[in-house]
């Protein structure tokens, strides 16, 4: 018998997974154990979830399904205004991708966080197979990784409207727009794809009991059977790629706008240059903060009920804060939003006037 599974079988008789209905994971875990192979291949990983708190999940299934719905319309509002705006400024079309990106940011973690509170064997976990595990924390990468670059894009454009205002319709077209979306998109889609395959080639042992909801990047790593540095290179170069590069084109753009802003004479004239750059600001410090807590650390220092906190704050809290950040700040958006919102009203009052006797 291999030096697992004895580990995993003192786990089990030492009753060490932490949560209720102990016996049906061992008994998962015996299935694995059973399996010939890579156990982990053949059985995936089981997600903890909530389930060690049973008393909360009425409370907990109503708040994710009041702030998901919330998400969700709040960024297919924006989406549809966009849309409904006859000529797009280049600003619009980046608010636009970034709610498509938080839209599927959401989509890829919060539903199957609902069924496994609704689930009728909640309290036992749930199973996710190694492959749908590797998906969802690569698509969950993608994602993220899109909108760091996006982000730095936007601050491009930024830096164009205040610093090259006679220019910025000649430098910032929709073709450059377009480029720009995509690069995003496929850089952060190159760098999850390296990232997943880095982690998934390492060696897990134990008892593959995720606790988490989703498969995190820091949930897998601390099941990962290594004590080297070494192992920790990829999250560290995924890092530096998503983080800190985008952050110095970031820094380079608002230091430019910085400076530009004290040549201006007119203190009303920085205002208003100013206000343009505050919810990207504020949407920027957002992502940055909670992904550079979560991820820009040794492994030594994870702790897994924690980031499983924080992750609920990051996966569900900021996507809803983004689109009121955004319709409350930027008089584009919120002129859309208005409009829209003011044509389903008429529609609605005209629908009721055609049902009246």
């Not at 018998?1 to 016996?23: D, P, Q, Y």
């Not at 319709?327 to 044509?343: D, K």
Request: hydrophobic share 50%; with cysteine; proline share 6%.
């Amino acid at each position: 018998m291999s030096h697992r599974m004895v580990l995993r079988k003192e786990r089990c008789s030492e009753g060490n997974f932490g949560i209720t209905a102990n016996s049906e994971r061992c008994l998962w875990a015996g299935r694995c154990m059973a399996s010939p192979g890579n156990a982990t291949m053949s059985c995936g990983f089981l997600l903890q979830g909530f389930s060690e708190f049973p008393h909360l999940r009425p409370a907990l299934f109503l708040l994710l399904l009041t702030v998901h719905l919330a998400t969700l319309g709040g960024n297919l509002l924006i989406l549809v205004a966009v849309a409904s705006v006859p000529s797009r400024p280049p600003m619009l079309l980046f608010l636009c991708q970034l709610s498509a990106i938080e839209l599927c940011y959401t989509l890829v973690v919060v539903p199957r966080s609902l069924a496994d509170l609704a689930a009728p064997g909640f309290g036992k976990g749930s199973p996710i197979s190694f492959l749908g595990c590797a998906a969802q924390m690569q698509m969950f990468v993608a994602l993220g990784g899109a909108e760091c670059f996006l982000l730095a894009a936007m601050a491009y454009d930024r830096y164009v409207a205040i610093c090259h205002p006679l220019r910025y319709a000649a430098v910032v077209t929709p073709g450059l727009c377009a480029r720009l979306a995509l690069a995003c998109c496929l850089g952060g889609l190159a760098v999850s794809v390296g990232l997943t395959v880095a982690v998934f080639h390492l060696p897990f042992c134990g008892s593959r009991l995720l606790v988490h909801f989703f498969c995190d990047i820091t949930a897998l790593l601390h099941l990962a059977c290594t004590q080297s540095y070494a192992d920790e290179l990829p999250l560290l170069g995924t890092c530096l790629v998503l983080l800190l590069l985008p952050s110095v084109l970031i820094l380079a753009s608002y230091g430019a706008i910085a400076a530009a802003l004290r040549r201006l004479r007119s203190p009303q004239g920085r205002r208003k240059a100013a206000s343009t750059c505050g919810s990207h600001l504020a949407v920027t410090f957002l992502h940055y903060g909670c992904a550079t807590f979560m991820y820009v650390r040794p492994k030594a220092s994870y702790s897994p009920r924690r980031d499983r906190t924080l992750a609920l704050v990051y996966t569900n809290i900021t996507p809803l804060l983004y689109p009121l950040i955004y319709s409350l700040r930027n008089r584009e958006i919120t002129a859309a939003i208005r409009r829209v919102l003011g044509r389903w009203r008429g529609r609605a009052e005209g629908w009721v006037r055609v049902c009246e006797p």
